[in-house]
């Protein structure tokens, strides 16, 4: 196994390096014939006899409470022309409990198998034991912080831990796998596991996979670059591979690059793996953002369209045929889910949005994958060097098919986040001789911009002798070809081709910016780029050619659906927001999509097609000849109706009765453990922290008893817990502050608030943000949730003088008194263990209020209402509850729909104001219970307006979303 260590000795030899990969090995996975369903060389994956360019993207099934809707995220992911997607699978979302295994409801992960496979996606399954991913423990279950044993280590304890869950999860990845007939092409061990490393345990991993009957290949993703662990020796995988966020994560300035790009990845495949693909099975999607931080519409500008020209298209010049972006959809870190350092949503910045919308990145994305899957010799090439003008400041990677004289130049700055324009030209050796590219015009580097040039390659009928206009796709259409070729707008484009017979060539076109030229058998048209798509039509050059011209913002409306997979054909469609799917019905297309506001569309089809629908309905095309059409794909009027929450009835009751000296805590479990296997150091004991005792997530009350003397003169406190945490502490009922995490003293109270002769009650509630991950394969997530030291101030004999401490979690900790909603949804609030925030909660003796709150309320206030939905069919209106307010006290809020907790609020870190209501969870055509609990951490604070709005509103061709089954209050209390 090779180490991190082993980029400083291999450096030097990198610049030696001068030619591509060698001969291609064939290769199988261990116990696979080589003409099994899943074999690679060192350009590809090859699946069932077919090379693939593996383009995937990150969903986590668990971030989307809502089955129903993956199969709306996997059709989009199919209509951005990805053809893989990448599950990470959570352990502690599927076991409350030592044993307990969950895959109903919406943990039924077959359901996001039966998406992949309906949407004809593969999957690369990443089922750990260890995920990271940004959610609570790194995705290890809350019971497993108190093991005894090193986590991501051999051990007994830990080895049995493992074995437990990857027993339980296999059970639905094995008969998935494509040698079982489904999607599984690629299964990762662990994930990103380079510190602290321990090979027994990688091979401990792989031998349960194994027996329990997985067989595909076997992948691992290094950190950050290759550092070439796990290539060889024991828990070595078949295809190894690493993760790179060149941008990183600081939102906060997004128009700042780093000039990070690596130019020498393609050096250091051939150096470590050079008979397996190169593989990036984690490239920077988009980007998480903190509490406090500047909220992910920075990310998204950070993390752009333009970044997705730039660094995925390095990657393509590096040699990546495997590329997986994280996050394609981001989705909601709904309940308990996330670890401390992010907030509810988890947008990521992807190229498809937390309400499920398209994005800038999406359709640039989409440009990229219809190329690679459209233009086949770009699977198998290796490097060579080109020659241009202006090398010192353009970086030309070049790229040669091993079978085909086909060419491809990746162009790009050298200097990555360069904003210059720059002007160069290209020498291509071609077969039919050597071009000055462009030989009228030049090409141009608009700032972040990269481009994928193609020379030497044969198309449907035709030959290109190059283009300096990027390929979005081409299509044999019956008596004619397409191919549509876009660039900025008002850039110049140069395209050639063969001709059989330079005499009978004829161009037609109406745009007069177009010029052309016939000379010694090849066809020269030269153009600017326009605004919308300008169609050339040649004629007398063998087999007629439509040529469409477009400008980029053109071109991300241009859709390319398969119409048959086998074959690989497509038609082609203009204008529509989204474009699902595309199905040939004798002579008529069946379209299916989504629109957000009337639009004009151009459709291509073969001249066999006379008729077309768009989401069942048959729509009114014209012929403009040569088999386009034109027409309007009319939005309608739709009347979404929704309640405006600012004339609802809500209902109002104080929920903070164990801040109350006279409470009754008898129920709650002694806090009197004097171990923990948390690797916080505790300063005194008893043992506060909240997981020893079984509750490991949402809000934690403590109670803490001591008998009164005059010695005392206060207590001492030191809070852990993770960042965005707080603690509000009470003393016989009296408001003491709210502090973050750290020490404080409470001092001066006696006389005043402690009573000298009787007995004393701390309260404290605290609002916990998760546990850390387990990045560094240290134990890290064991951090404890809780106190470190608690002690009376004055006394000497803290054995006589002490405190008596019980603690309070979600109720039946472990044993989840909601098993539907799972271990992530509550805490210990009183509202939340009596059922405050469920359907059908009997609140009729609770006061009436209104949002915006008029008063300011003590402790913990829980607000009630129902509120209706009709969104009417064929409509999607992704909903959101906005939070809107100026109150400069400190708050925090928890947000319940129909009993799922899908949001955490805090009004004076923010960034996050707006919260996602997911369909499915969200009843769109009926009544819907919305509850808040709002905990003031300064002594008083008042919730703000809340609004109920769409993000959007489509005319969709959105799959059903079922609604998901939501225990209400009748059936905890039966």
Same mark, same amino acid.
């Given at each position: 196994?090779?180490?991190?260590?082993?980029?400083?000795?291999?450096?030097?030899?990198?610049?030696?390096?001068?030619?591509?990969?060698?001969?291609?090995?064939?290769?199988?996975?261990?116990?696979?014939?080589?003409?099994?369903?899943?074999?690679?060389?060192?350009?590809?994956?090859?699946?069932?006899?077919?090379?693939?360019?593996?383009?995937?993207?990150?969903?986590?099934?668990?971030?989307?409470?809502?089955?129903?809707?993956?199969?709306?995220?996997?059709?989009?992911?199919?209509?951005?022309?990805?053809?893989?997607?990448?599950?990470?699978?959570?352990?502690?979302?599927?076991?409350?409990?030592?044993?307990?295994?969950?895959?109903?409801?919406?943990?039924?992960?077959?359901?996001?198998?039966?998406?992949?496979?309906?949407?004809?996606?593969?999957?690369?399954?990443?089922?750990? @034991?260890?995920?990271?991913? $940004?959610?609570?423990? /790194?995705? #290890?279950?809350? &019971?497993?912080?108190?093991? *005894? %044993?090193?986590? !991501?280590?051999?051990?007994?304890?830990?080895?049995?831990?493992?074995?437990?869950?990857?027993?339980?999860?296999?059970?639905?990845?094995?008969?998935?796998?494509?040698?079982?007939?489904?999607?599984?092409?690629?299964?990762?061990?662990?994930?990103?596991?380079?510190?602290?490393?321990?090979?027994?345990?990688?091979?401990?991993?792989?031998?349960?996979?194994?027996?329990?009957?997985?067989?595909?290949?076997?992948?691992?993703?290094?950190?950050?670059?290759?550092?070439?662990?796990?290539?060889?020796?024991?828990?070595?995988?078949?295809?190894?591979?690493?993760?790179?966020?060149?941008?990183?994560?600081?939102?906060?300035?997004?128009?700042?690059?780093?000039?990070?790009?690596?130019?020498?990845?393609?050096?250091?495949?051939?150096?470590?793996?050079?008979?397996? @693909?190169?593989?990036?099975? $984690?490239?920077?999607? /988009?980007? #998480?953002?903190? &509490?406090?931080?500047?909220? *992910? %519409?920075?990310? !998204?500008?950070?993390?752009?369209?333009?970044?997705?020209?730039?660094?995925?298209?390095?990657?393509?010049?590096?040699?990546?045929?495997?590329?997986?972006?994280?996050?394609?959809?981001?989705?909601?870190?709904?309940?308990?889910?996330?670890?401390?350092?992010?907030?509810?949503?988890?947008?990521?910045?992807?190229?498809?949005?937390?309400?499920?919308?398209?994005?800038?990145?999406?359709?640039?994305?989409?440009?990229?994958?219809?190329?690679?899957?459209?233009?086949?010799?770009?699977?198998?090439?290796?490097?060579?060097?080109?020659?241009?003008?202006?090398?010192?400041?353009?970086?030309?990677?070049?790229?040669?098919?091993?079978?085909?004289?086909?060419?491809?130049?990746?162009?790009?700055?050298?200097?990555?986040?360069?904003?210059?324009?720059?002007?160069?030209?290209?020498?291509?050796?071609?077969?039919?001789?050597?071009?000055?590219?462009?030989?009228?015009?030049?090409?141009?580097?608009?700032? !972040?911009?990269?481009?994928?040039?193609?020379?030497?390659?044969?198309?449907?009928?035709?030959?290109?002798?190059?283009?300096?206009?990027?390929?979005?796709?081409?299509?044999?259409?019956?008596?004619?070809?397409?191919?549509?070729?876009?660039?900025?707008?008002?850039?110049?484009?140069?395209?050639?081709?063969?001709?059989?017979?330079?005499?009978?060539?004829?161009?037609?076109?109406?745009?007069?910016?177009?010029?052309?030229?016939?000379?010694?058998?090849?066809?020269?048209?030269?153009?600017?780029?326009?605004?919308?798509?300008?169609?050339?039509?040649?004629?007398?050059?063998?087999?007629?050619?439509?040529?469409?011209?477009?400008?980029?913002?053109?071109?991300?409306?241009?859709?390319?659906?398969?119409?048959?997979?086998?074959?690989?054909?497509?038609?082609?469609?203009?204008?529509?927001?989204?474009?699902?799917?595309?199905?040939?019905?004798?002579?008529?297309?069946?379209?299916?999509?989504?629109?957000?506001?009337?639009?004009?569309?151009?459709?291509?089809?073969?001249?066999?097609?006379?008729?077309?629908?768009?989401?069942?309905?048959?729509?009114?095309?014209?012929?403009?000849?040569?088999?386009?059409?034109?027409?309007?794909?009319?939005?309608?009027?739709?009347?979404?109706?929704?309640?405006?929450?600012?004339?609802?009835?809500?209902?109002?009751?104080?929920?903070?009765?164990?801040?109350?000296?006279?409470?009754?805590?008898?129920?709650?479990?002694?806090?009197?453990?004097?171990?923990?296997?948390?690797?916080?150091?505790?300063?005194?004991?008893?043992?506060?922290?909240?997981?020893?005792?079984?509750?490991?997530?949402?809000?934690?009350?403590?109670?803490?008893?001591?008998?009164?003397?005059?010695?005392?003169?206060?207590?001492?406190?030191?809070?852990?817990?993770?960042?965005?945490?707080?603690?509000?502490?009470?003393?016989?009922?009296?408001?003491?502050?709210?502090?973050?995490?750290?020490?404080?003293?409470?001092?001066?109270?006696?006389?005043?608030?402690?009573?000298?002769?009787?007995?004393?009650?701390?309260?404290?509630?605290?609002?916990?943000?998760?546990?850390?991950?387990?990045?560094?394969?240290?134990?890290?997530?064991?951090?404890?949730?809780?106190?470190?030291?608690?002690?009376?101030?004055?006394?000497?004999?803290?054995?006589?003088?002490?405190?008596?401490?019980?603690?309070?979690?979600?109720?039946?900790?472990?044993?989840?008194?909601?098993?539907?909603?799972?271990?992530?949804?509550?805490?210990?609030?009183?509202?939340?263990?009596?059922?405050?925030?469920?359907?059908?909660?009997?609140?009729?003796?609770?006061?009436?209020?209104?949002?915006?709150?008029?008063?300011?309320?003590?402790?913990?206030?829980?607000?009630?209402?129902?509120?209706?939905?009709?969104?009417?069919?064929?409509?999607?209106?992704?909903?959101?509850?906005?939070?809107?307010?100026?109150?400069?006290?400190?708050?925090?809020?928890?947000?319940?729909?129909?009993?799922?907790?899908?949001?955490?609020?805090?009004?004076?870190?923010?960034?996050?104001?707006?919260?996602?209501?997911?369909?499915?969870?969200?009843?769109?055509?009926?009544?819907?219970?919305?509850?808040?609990?709002?905990?003031?951490?300064?002594?008083?604070?008042?919730?703000?307006?809340?609004?109920?709005?769409?993000?959007?509103?489509?005319?969709?061709?959105?799959?059903?979303?079922?609604?998901?089954?939501?225990?209400?209050?009748?059936?905890?209390?039966?």
């Amino acid at each position: 196994m090779l180490l991190k260590g082993v980029l400083t000795s291999i450096s030097l030899a990198i610049t030696a390096i001068t030619s591509t990969s060698a001969v291609p090995v064939g290769h199988s996975f261990e116990g696979r014939q080589e003409d099994g369903p899943v074999t690679w060389d060192t350009h590809n994956l090859i699946v069932n006899g077919e090379r693939l360019f593996l383009f995937s993207g990150e969903f986590h099934y668990y971030r989307l409470p809502s089955p129903g809707l993956w199969f709306d995220i996997a059709e989009k992911f199919k209509a951005l022309e990805f053809n893989g997607i990448s599950f990470y699978f959570d352990w502690g979302y599927h076991s409350p409990k030592k044993g307990v295994y969950d895959f109903n409801g919406v943990r039924n992960v077959q359901k996001a198998f039966d998406a992949a496979k309906a949407a004809d996606l593969h999957v690369i399954t990443r089922a750990g @034991p260890y995920i990271n991913a $940004e959610v609570d423990c /790194g995705g #290890f279950p809350g &019971w497993l912080v108190n093991q *005894y %044993d090193m986590a !991501r280590k051999s051990n007994p304890e830990n080895d049995a831990n493992s074995a437990e869950w990857l027993e339980a999860i296999d059970k639905f990845l094995v008969p998935n796998q494509i040698t079982k007939g489904g999607n599984i092409i690629l299964n990762q061990i662990d994930n990103e596991y380079a510190d602290n490393v321990d090979e027994n345990y990688m091979e401990m991993i792989k031998n349960k996979f194994k027996e329990d009957g997985m067989d595909v290949p076997t992948i691992f993703n290094d950190i950050g670059s290759p550092n070439g662990n796990w290539i060889t020796g024991p828990g070595s995988v078949d295809i190894y591979g690493w993760d790179s966020y060149p941008l990183g994560f600081d939102c906060a300035n997004p128009t700042v690059w780093q000039n990070n790009r690596s130019t020498h990845w393609r050096d250091m495949h051939e150096l470590l793996n050079p008979d397996q @693909p190169f593989a990036l099975y $984690e490239f920077q999607g /988009g980007a #998480f953002d903190p &509490w406090g931080g500047p909220g *992910y %519409d920075a990310c !998204r500008q950070l993390v752009n369209e333009q970044y997705a020209k730039v660094y995925y298209k390095n990657n393509y010049g590096q040699g990546a045929t495997i590329q997986n972006l994280y996050m394609t959809y981001g989705g909601t870190s709904w309940g308990g889910l996330a670890k401390p350092s992010v907030y509810t949503s988890y947008d990521y910045g992807a190229p498809i949005s937390e309400p499920g919308l398209m994005t800038p990145k999406g359709y640039e994305v989409k440009l990229q994958g219809t190329f690679f899957h459209t233009v086949k010799p770009f699977l198998t090439t290796e490097r060579f060097e080109p020659k241009s003008d202006n090398s010192d400041i353009i970086l030309i990677d070049g790229l040669a098919d091993v079978n085909t004289n086909t060419k491809f130049y990746i162009a790009q700055h050298w200097d990555t986040a360069s904003e210059e324009k720059d002007e160069f030209h290209i020498t291509m050796e071609t077969s039919d001789g050597t071009f000055e590219v462009p030989q009228d015009g030049k090409l141009i580097l608009n700032g !972040r911009d990269a481009k994928i040039l193609t020379s030497d390659y044969d198309f449907n009928s035709h030959h290109l002798v190059y283009s300096t206009s990027e390929i979005f796709t081409h299509q044999a259409m019956g008596s004619h070809d397409v191919i549509l070729v876009y660039a900025y707008e008002e850039e110049d484009g140069e395209f050639a081709i063969k001709v059989k017979n330079d005499k009978r060539v004829k161009v037609e076109t109406e745009d007069e910016s177009v010029s052309h030229s016939v000379d010694n058998g090849i066809l020269t048209l030269n153009y600017k780029h326009p605004d919308g798509t300008t169609p050339i039509y040649i004629s007398g050059a063998g087999k007629d050619l439509l040529v469409l011209v477009a400008g980029y913002s053109s071109a991300t409306r241009w859709w390319a659906p398969i119409t048959d997979a086998k074959k690989n054909e497509r038609v082609l469609i203009q204008g529509p927001y989204l474009v699902r799917s595309a199905e040939v019905k004798g002579r008529t297309v069946a379209f299916k999509g989504d629109i957000d506001e009337t639009t004009d569309i151009q459709i291509v089809a073969p001249e066999s097609i006379r008729s077309f629908t768009w989401n069942g309905k048959e729509i009114s095309m014209s012929p403009t000849g040569h088999g386009t059409w034109s027409g309007t794909l009319d939005f309608g009027n739709p009347e979404v109706k929704y309640t405006d929450l600012s004339e609802a009835t809500w209902k109002y009751s104080p929920g903070a009765p164990e801040s109350q000296p006279d409470f009754d805590d008898s129920d709650w479990i002694k806090a009197n453990r004097t171990k923990s296997n948390s690797v916080t150091i505790p300063d005194t004991w008893p043992i506060l922290y909240a997981d020893d005792y079984g509750y490991h997530t949402g809000n934690i009350w403590f109670r803490g008893t001591f008998q009164g003397t005059s010695q005392i003169t206060g207590f001492n406190l030191t809070c852990h817990s993770g960042a965005a945490s707080a603690w509000i502490v009470w003393l016989n009922g009296h408001y003491l502050g709210g502090f973050d995490v750290g020490n404080q003293d409470f001092t001066n109270l006696n006389g005043t608030l402690i009573d000298p002769e009787g007995e004393n009650i701390i309260s404290i509630l605290l609002w916990t943000t998760g546990h850390e991950d387990d990045w560094n394969a240290d134990d890290n997530y064991k951090q404890a949730r809780g106190f470190t030291k608690s002690e009376l101030l004055g006394v000497s004999n803290q054995t006589i003088w002490s405190i008596d401490w019980r603690i309070q979690g979600n109720l039946g900790g472990e044993d989840l008194a909601d098993p539907v909603r799972g271990p992530y949804n509550e805490g210990g609030l009183f509202g939340e263990r009596n059922g405050w925030h469920l359907p059908g909660f009997p609140d009729d003796d609770w006061e009436e209020a209104s949002i915006p709150e008029s008063e300011n309320r003590t402790g913990v206030s829980w607000y009630r209402t129902t509120f209706e939905m009709d969104i009417p069919q064929g409509y999607d209106a992704p909903m959101s509850l906005r939070f809107e307010d100026d109150s400069k006290a400190r708050y925090r809020s928890l947000v319940f729909l129909n009993g799922w907790q899908l949001g955490r609020y805090a009004n004076d870190l923010g960034p996050q104001t707006q919260y996602y209501l997911p369909k499915g969870i969200l009843n769109t055509s009926g009544e819907n219970t919305l509850a808040i609990a709002v905990i003031a951490v300064d002594e008083a604070a008042q919730i703000g307006k809340v609004i109920l709005e769409p993000y959007t509103i489509l005319e969709s061709g959105i799959p059903e979303a079922e609604l998901v089954e939501s225990p209400s209050y009748s059936d905890r209390t039966q």
